[in-house]
């Protein structure tokens, strides 16, 4: 079971920092994404982690603005985002799934309940 939140309203160029808790015994083998999802668009990858090392993906539309990272106490992972325009606007959701690191929604098994990020310009 996965708990996302953190979302809410910010300003173009302002930053929000999203929380993914896992209720899993261990995530040592498992990847942990966030997608979102803007009105009457598809769900769209924009950070994976590898729970083992800590190795991250960003498409080119977030990368160098967004960062993941994780706690491994804390069985919860944080989506950092920097520098937010109104494109990001729209609802994230964390996924994680076993033994690979898709790139598709389709590849995820676990979802959380999602949560809704607004950008106003």
């Given at each position: 079971q996965l708990q996302a939140s953190g979302g809410?309203?910010?300003?173009?160029?302002?930053s929000l920092r999203l929380s993914c808790e896992a209720s899993a015994r261990t995530l040592s083998n498992y990847a942990v994404?966030?997608?979102r999802?803007?009105?009457?668009k598809e769900r769209d990858l924009v950070a994976v982690i590898r729970w083992a090392g800590g190795s991250t993906y960003y498409p080119d539309s977030v990368r160098g603005r967004f960062t993941m990272s994780r706690d491994n106490a804390k069985k919860t992972a944080y989506l950092?985002?920097?520098s937010l325009k109104p494109e990001d606007t729209g609802v994230y959701y964390c996924a994680a799934v076993d033994r690979k690191t898709p790139?598709?929604?389709s590849g995820y098994y676990y979802w959380g309940q999602g949560t809704l990020v607004t950008v106003s310009s």
């Amino acid at each position: 079971q996965l708990q996302a939140s953190g979302g809410g309203l910010v300003q173009a160029g302002g930053s929000l920092r999203l929380s993914c808790e896992a209720s899993a015994r261990t995530l040592s083998n498992y990847a942990v994404a966030w997608f979102r999802q803007a009105p009457g668009k598809e769900r769209d990858l924009v950070a994976v982690i590898r729970w083992a090392g800590g190795s991250t993906y960003y498409p080119d539309s977030v990368r160098g603005r967004f960062t993941m990272s994780r706690d491994n106490a804390k069985k919860t992972a944080y989506l950092q985002m920097d520098s937010l325009k109104p494109e990001d606007t729209g609802v994230y959701y964390c996924a994680a799934v076993d033994r690979k690191t898709p790139l598709s929604p389709s590849g995820y098994y676990y979802w959380g309940q999602g949560t809704l990020v607004t950008v106003s310009s």
